[in-house]
């Protein structure tokens, strides 16, 4: 008789290989995210970093890395603002930028199919549900079930006198594919790297992450990102390693506005804001091209404007979403005043969970019809 032992095995656990490059090309692709796409100053970091942690041998350099990224083309000798030559990172490396984004922040979605965003209301679509239905005047004829029609032919007519009608006709179900037209707005004034705190980098890869997310996994929604500090203005997807704090204030009024105006020209029915902050408002333009600016409290000319865009956006059927990375008291009671004019919701949060949060809410958002 054979001695059949089974059990478990123990063992060290051993990290899946990684050649010289990709280690490295890890390590670059936070760093450029950090240093808003400056390669200069992220190979300077690198440097010192392998100074320290000895990422290099004396078989693979840094030298030897940034000549694989040329290669590879992740990087080009491009001419800088300056009228200087030198290094710069390739569309190649923003799209690894946002890949690399997605996984850390939404690594652990759960997996569907590219524009798969089921609603609960069922209508004509490829989408089908595995339930059946009596046939209806309109639907497509290569919607109808023949298995299933015959079997009710039978069952109603008998064998003998088979006879099929149009009562014996049903079609297989489908459901509605809900399609989402989102705007992201990121505050970029300076009290985003106030008080010692980086809070743009992790806004930044919130926003390449959810990009390419919506890219990959549901092509036939649109996602518009625009920044506002004293103004507001769109940025493209690819500028988005690039994007840095200015000398602003924050005028959150000019970022719905124009937020609602990109959404006014898209045809999806289902439509949303997204907001980005760590600070209050505190900046409107005012007709004559001159800026409004109040940095003490919460100025109630501000706010109010505020509450009204808000209000604005709700008859539009513009659901608006906040995140607030700021737990002042006096804060959050802005932006609960602000949610309640929008019927919208407000998340207080740090920089942990930011893009969890923005998955969730959008994943929720997709699965309802936005009325």
């Known amino acids: 008789m054979n001695d059949v032992r089974k059990?478990?095995?123990?063992?060290?656990?051993?990290?899946?290989y990684q050649s010289p490059f990709d280690k490295l090309f890890e390590i670059f692709k936070e760093l450029i995210t950090f240093t808003s796409g400056d390669f200069d100053e992220a190979i300077d970091w690198l440097r010192q970093l392998d100074k320290e942690y000895k990422l290099t041998t004396e078989d693979y350099t840094i030298d030897d890395f940034i000549e694989d990224l040329k290669k590879k083309g992740y990087i080009q000798e491009r001419i800088k603002?300056?009228?200087?030559g030198?290094?710069?990172i390739t569309s190649k490396t923003e799209q690894a930028i946002r890949q690399r984004a997605l996984n850390q922040i939404f690594g652990k979605m759960r997996k569907g199919n590219p524009g798969n965003h089921k609603t609960?209301?069922?209508?004509?679509?490829?989408?089908?549900?595995?339930?059946?239905?009596?046939?209806?005047?309109?639907?497509?004829?290569?919607?109808?079930?023949?298995?299933?029609?015959?079997?009710?032919?039978?069952?109603?007519?008998?064998?003998?006198?088979?006879?099929?009608?149009e009562d014996d006709l049903v079609v297989e179900d489908s459901q509605y594919k809900a399609q989402m037209s989102t705007?992201?707005?990121?505050?970029?004034?300076?009290?985003?790297?106030?008080?010692?705190?980086?809070?743009?980098?992790?806004?930044?890869?919130?926003?390449?992450?959810?990009?390419?997310?919506?890219?990959?996994?549901?092509?036939?929604?649109?996602?518009?990102?625009?920044?506002?500090?004293?103004?507001?203005?769109?940025?493209?997807?690819?500028?988005?390693?690039?994007?840095?704090?200015?000398?602003?204030?924050?005028?959150?009024?000019?970022?719905?506005?124009?937020?609602?105006?990109?959404?006014?020209?898209?045809?999806?029915?289902?439509?949303?804001?997204?907001?980005?902050?760590?600070?209050?408002?505190?900046?409107l333009r005012l007709r004559d091209g001159t800026y409004y600016k109040n940095s003490m409290g919460l100025d109630p000319h501000i706010t109010h404007k505020c509450y009204?865009?808000?209000?604005?956006?709700?008859?539009?059927?513009?659901?608006?979403?906040?995140?607030m990375i700021a737990s002042d008291p006096y804060l959050q009671q802005f932006v609960e005043n602000f949610s309640e004019s929008n019927q919208?919701?407000?998340?207080?949060?740090?920089?942990?969970?930011?893009?969890?949060?923005?998955?969730?809410?959008?994943?929720?958002?997709?699965?309802?019809?936005?009325?």
């Open 120 to 165: 609960k209301i069922k209508g004509n679509s490829d989408d089908t549900t595995g339930e059946f239905r009596n046939y209806q005047y309109g639907d497509s004829v290569e919607k109808i079930s023949v298995t299933e029609s015959l079997k009710n032919a039978q069952i109603n007519h008998g064998i003998g006198n088979f006879n099929l009608t």
């Open 183 to 283: 705007v992201l707005m990121i505050d970029i004034s300076h009290s985003m790297i106030l008080y010692g705190e980086d809070r743009i980098t992790p806004a930044k890869k919130v926003a390449m992450a959810l990009a390419e997310l919506i890219i990959t996994r549901y092509p036939k929604d649109t996602l518009d990102v625009i920044v506002f500090g004293n103004d507001a203005w769109p940025i493209k997807i690819k500028d988005l390693p690039y994007l840095q704090v200015g000398p602003f204030h924050t005028n959150t009024v000019a970022g719905l506005q124009l937020a609602m105006d990109i959404l006014r020209r898209k045809r999806n029915a289902n439509k949303q804001i997204f907001m980005i902050t760590d600070g209050k408002p505190s900046c």
């Open 7 to 16: 059990g478990f095995i123990f063992k060290n656990y051993e990290a899946p």
């Open 86 to 88: 030198g290094m710069a």
């Open 81 to 84: 603002p300056d009228g200087k």
């Open 344 to 371: 919208g919701k407000a998340y207080y949060t740090g920089l942990d969970g930011l893009g969890e949060m923005i998955f969730e809410d959008y994943e929720a958002n997709r699965k309802k019809r936005i009325r």
């Open 308 to 323: 009204n865009m808000a209000a604005q956006a709700r008859k539009l059927n513009i659901p608006i979403t906040t995140f």
